[in-house]
């Protein structure tokens, strides 16, 4: 007979009790194998693709895209057997074919672990966890055993039409990357009734587009009150909205400001660019900030700790976990550069590069986005000369770095032409005293204004 195994959300080793489903790579009717992607869910840290447990034939997807899921709810049935008894031919498990709960192995990229967080009631449809799912989910870590013999292509589900694709159970959603199905949302095209152009039926940005600008079937796009738009407060903006009221009301703010000609580190860095050592490598402004920042704690480590209010104690870092904010069409996040201050010029340089590409394609790992020492939030690359930023929980400074900008400047008695920008130190007065974030600052600025410097630390 058909073995049915159904799969509950894992917590993805972030300790969350919740995600939201933004698509699905599979369909009813599909033959999948152990460790193929099946569906790319939304944490509040990260979007994260889980593989499949098991090889088998998907009978049924037990949520649909834009749904938020408890950890432990069930997602997927799939008949591990599919060379048994005739299985059901409208997509549904029956109700005597229960999952089958056995020991199971760890997937690829992710473990289990009992989730005993409280969260408030949600408004909104959810998929609340039942006992059995909770029951499956406490074994979510063992061993996963799959299926060794043939398995037999089942009838594929062809729609008539792409429209046709909202009929399909489980709500089954064509492939489209975040920005695209974002876009679409924007413009009130519903991307299920699109015919994807890009590789393997992707939908592209243009796709939308040309949806945009014809007429639309949809009635979100004829009765949408023109002049507003609501989105649900969740994912990214959900958690950073929750810690930056946190951090505000919580520590003391400071902020002190610092003006500083820095063209020295401007010709530095053309001259830089054509040494071999450098080749290559993307060096900005923010790898010159990110060296002062990681030398300068050395001498103010009072910026560089932070406040255990349950311990009453203050904790002193002997590392620098430098966070770089970045903005992401999830929103802003923080990853960090490890270890900061045991790196080269050359390494912080690569470091940035490859912390900013991954973040704005949505990979960043949720590991890379906790335990933080101090921060940069680089204002100057939307042209901004300054602001007040607010302290990341769980650190004591932030440090925005604002546009360098050509401006008079008197040097020798004579107004020239300079390079200047603007530094912003916003620290937290329980831990670190105004002498402590002045003479941070000026040692910052001093590296920056002057890099000949370096070698006096």
């Not at 009130?188 to 393997?200: A, F, H, K, N, Q």
């Not at 030398?295 to 430098?322: C, F, G």
Request: hydrophobic share 40%; net charge negative.
């Amino acid at each position: 007979m058909p073995e049915y195994k159904t799969f509950p959300l894992p917590d993805t080793a972030e300790g969350l009790t919740e995600a939201e489903i933004l698509s699905w790579h599979v369909k009813p009717g599909d033959t999948v194998t152990v460790n193929q992607i099946i569906v790319e869910i939304e944490t509040a840290k990260a979007a994260v693709e889980l593989p499949c447990p098991w090889a088998g034939v998907v009978t049924e997807l037990h949520v649909k895209p834009g749904q938020t899921v408890d950890v432990g709810a069930p997602i997927l049935t799939i008949d591990v057997d599919p060379g048994g008894a005739a299985k059901p031919t409208n997509g549904s498990t029956p109700a005597a074919a229960a999952p089958v709960e056995e020991e199971m192995k760890p997937l690829v990229g992710y473990g289990s672990k009992t989730v005993t967080a409280k969260r408030r009631a949600r408004k909104g449809p959810a998929v609340p966890a039942s006992a059995a799912a909770e029951a499956a989910q406490s074994t979510v870590a063992a061993a996963f055993e799959h299926h060794q013999g043939p398995v037999p292509d089942p009838e594929p589900v062809v729609p008539d039409s792409p429209a046709a694709l909202l009929d399909l159970p489980g709500g089954y959603v064509p492939l489209a990357k975040p920005p695209v199905r974002k876009l679409a949302k924007d413009l009130g095209v519903d991307i299920r009734s699109l015919t994807g152009s890009g590789e393997s039926g992707v939908i592209t940005r243009a796709d939308v587009e040309r949806a945009a600008s014809g007429p639309v079937d949809t009635p979100a796009a004829v009765v949408a009150p023109r002049g507003e738009r609501r989105v649900p407060i969740k994912g990214v903006r959900k958690v950073t909205a929750q810690a930056m009221v946190a951090s505000a009301f919580t520590a003391p703010h400071v902020t002190e400001f610092l003006t500083l000609d820095v063209t020295p580190m401007m010709e530095l860095r053309a001259k830089l660019k054509n040494h071999p050592e450098f080749r290559g490598v993307k060096l900005t402004p923010l790898a010159f900030c990110a060296k002062a920042i990681a030398m300068a704690v050395r001498r103010t480590p009072e910026v560089n700790s932070s406040w255990d209010e349950a311990a009453q104690e203050i904790v002193y870092k002997d590392y620098v976990h430098l966070g770089i904010a970045a903005a992401t069409p999830r929103g802003l996040i923080v990853p960090k550069i490890r270890d900061a201050d045991t790196l080269s010029l050359r390494e912080l340089a690569e470091a940035l590069d490859l912390l900013t590409t991954t973040a704005r394609d949505g990979k960043t790992p949720p590991a890379d986005m906790v335990n933080g020492t101090i921060t940069i939030t680089n204002v100057g690359v939307f042209g901004v000369d300054t602001g007040t930023p607010i302290i990341n929980p769980g650190e004591s400074a932030i440090l925005a770095f604002g546009a360098i900008r050509d401006t008079p400047w008197v040097v020798d008695g004579e107004i020239k032409i300079r390079k200047v920008c603007q530094l912003a130190l916003s620290f937290d007065h329980r831990l670190v005293d105004g002498q402590q974030g002045s003479e941070f600052l000026a040692d910052v600025g001093a590296l920056l204004a002057d890099p000949a410097l370096a070698i006096t630390y």
